[in-house]
Nanobody
Framework: QVQLVESGGGLVQAGDSLRLSCAAN????????MGWFRQAPGKEREFVAA????????YYADSVKGRFTVSRDNAKNTVYLQMNSLKPEDTALYYC????????????????WGQGTQVTVSS
């Protein structure tokens, strides 16, 4: 079955960087767009970033544009989220999603999700 496993979260200070990874198994990775979403306590899950099947198209939420970079390595079946200049408001559980039909914020309806990795940014 399809498995998405996130890693790389942690506790950091404002201004620090983190790189999240999401390793995929059980699917033809290069046939799936990959996305990152996050959910803070008491808030709805929100779109963060997404990357197309070949990596040629990327989308970002306005709140992370210029600070976060999404990338993928199809040879390793892995998608990454490089997060720089982290802010306390970036604190959330970060999820990756896989979708064979669409890329971008619409991936909120994707069938495949990981369990999430916690990112906590202290001020």
């Amino acid at each position: 079955q399809v498995q998405l496993v996130e890693s790389g979260g942690g506790l950091v200070q404002a201004g620090d960087s983190l790189r999240l990874s999401c390793a995929a198994n059980g699917l033809t990775f290069s046939s799936y767009a990959m996305g990152w979403f996050r959910q803070a306590p008491g808030k709805e899950r929100e779109f963060v970033a997404a990357i197309s099947w070949t990596g040629g198209i990327k989308y970002y939420a306005d709140s992370v544009k210029g600070r976060f970079t999404v990338s993928r390595d199809n040879a390793k079946n892995t998608v990454y989220l490089q997060m720089n200049s982290l802010k306390p408001e970036d604190t959330a559980l970060y999820y990756c999603a896989a979708d064979s039909r669409q890329v971008g914020a619409a991936m909120k309806n994707s069938n495949y999700w990981g369990q999430g990795t916690q990112v906590t940014v202290s001020s």
